[in-house]
Structure formats: C-alpha cells, structure tokens
C-alpha cells in the first residue's frame, strides 16, 4: 500500500491517537473483549506524550496527506520495547503493519540494540502470525488481571514510595532476575512519584514502576509481588500483567476477587534468559 512512514511530530497526536482507538476497539471488540482505550481522549493523550518523550520513538504513515497507522519504540533501557502498534481499520490487511514493525526492527539493528520485546493480544491471530513470522519468539503467556485495589498488607513486607537512592538495589535486583536492567523507565517512574519498593529482612526485595497496563514489577519472590500489589491504590489501565505459568500468583489474584480481562503474550528477538524470581511485565515486556 502507498503509505510514507516519518518521525512523529507533537501535532500527529490527535489523529494518530484517533486512528490508535479505532483500531483497538475494533479487533477487540471483534473478538468479544473490552477496549484497552475507554475513549478517543484517552488514547490521544497517550499518543501525546509517548511523542513528547525523549526516549521514545514513534513513527506514523500517512497516506494522502492523512495519518493511517502508528508504532512506538521505548528506547529507555537496553532491551527496547514496542507498542503501541496500529494501523487504521479502514486500510488493514495491505502489509502496512510489517511495514510499521520492519521499520522498528532495523531501528534496533542499525543502534546494535541487544533485544527488542513486545506484548499481544492472545486472540488476535493475525498479529501473532506476524511477528513470528518476523522472527519473535512467543515465550510467556500472561493474564491481564483487573478488579478492586486489595489494600492488603503481607506480614513482614513493608512496601515504601521509591527513592533515587533505590535505583541501584532495583537495577541490581533487575539484572539478577531478567539479566538486564529497566534503568530509564524506573528512573521516570520514581521522578513522578509512581515507583514503589518492597522491604523485607532489611533489603530491597521487589519493586514496581506501578502496578498497571504500562507498569512493570521485578521481585525475589512471590510474597513479594505480593506485597507490592496489596499496597497499590490502583490498577491503572485495563489492569496488570500476570504470567500465567505463576499458578500461585495467578490463584492468589483470583481468590482475591480480581478477574481475567483478556490473554496476552510476551514475545522476545535476541537477549532473553529465563527470569530467575518473581515478574509483573507491562505491556511493552
């Protein structure tokens, strides 16, 4: 299809943003699930600031003179993440989203980056189809879980706002459990107050960027998961990601009243290991 893929500018949000909404509710309404986005503000706003963000690409098509798709790149830390991906209803199935997702994929070659990662909706065969076939390798079902705030707290596990002087135990614990750190998305998320850590027996043990959609959580073990979800005061988004191979977890959120919005799965090129403890991603890995 004629599309000119470009860098986008602060001005693309509102139709990139539009076109980001269409497409979601679309497929999953198709598909019998919820929209990720409540309405079109929301995902304009989203689109907003993911382009105002210095460390994170995002490149629209425009196809006569109109945006018709959209893909993001979060090139804060080593291994990239991408999302959201979307190409408008009214022009899908003609290659454009390969087109979008090669475009990132030499990004990453061209930096030398050690990995690229994304998140997709379970259902959705045609985009799983896709990215395997580019070369992603599905490695982790995941549960989108959502419900009421537990305000539930785990014995012996005290969990307090992040601090700058934290970020060298969480990259540490990071590292240990996934063999990489998430340095730049931490760093952002204890500048605006969103980060939390997880004390127990005098150290740092797990901490969370948040506990939602575009949230992520790195932990020893599952107590300490769950201490970082009982004390969040929100599940932002359509919910938080579980890997669905923690049957404890899994179960733990369940008993609790917390229900499965939709399936989802990790998908990695390049460096990965097998995580060593307990992990929340977020929609990007």
């Not at 996934?178 to 952002?188: K, M, S």
Request: charged content about 20%; overall charge negative.
């Amino acid at each position: 299809m004629e599309a000119t893929l470009r860098e986008a500018r602060p001005e693309d949000a509102a139709a990139a943003g539009r076109v980001c909404v269409e497409a979601f509710t679309k497929i999953s309404t198709e598909h019998g699930f919820p929209p990720d986005f409540p309405d079109v503000e929301v995902g304009v706003g989203l689109l907003s600031a993911l382009i105002a963000h210095p460390g994170i690409h995002v490149v629209v098509a425009e196809r006569d003179g109109a945006i018709v798709g959209s893909n993001v790149m979060d090139e804060r830390s080593s291994i990239a993440g991408i999302g959201p991906i979307t190409v408008s209803p009214r022009v899908q199935d003609h290659g454009l989203g390969r087109r979008l997702m090669q475009h990132m994929l030499d990004r990453v070659a061209e930096r030398h980056g050690p990995g690229v990662r994304l998140v997709q909706a379970a259902f959705h065969n045609r985009s799983l189809s896709l990215y395997t076939k580019l070369g992603f390798e599905p490695r982790e079902p995941l549960s989108c879980v959502q419900g009421t705030p537990l305000a539930e707290r785990v014995p012996g596990y005290d969990v307090l706002p992040a601090v700058e002087d934290d970020l060298a135990a969480c990259d540490a614990l990071c590292l240990r459990v996934h063999g990489h750190t998430r340095h730049g998305e931490l760093a952002d998320a204890i500048r605006q107050a969103k980060a939390t850590v997880v004390e127990h027996d005098g150290r740092i043990t797990g901490y969370a960027t948040g506990i939602a959609f575009f949230s992520h959580a790195v932990a020893d073990t599952n107590a300490d998961l769950r201490a970082l979800i009982g004390a969040a005061t929100a599940f932002d988004g359509p919910g938080f990601l579980v890997p669905t191979r923690n049957g404890a977890m899994l179960r733990w959120c369940l008993e609790r009243g917390l229900r499965i919005v939709q399936p989802m799965m990790l998908m990695t090129i390049g460096l990965y290991n097998e995580p060593q403890g307990a992990y929340l991603p977020s929609i990007l890995y």
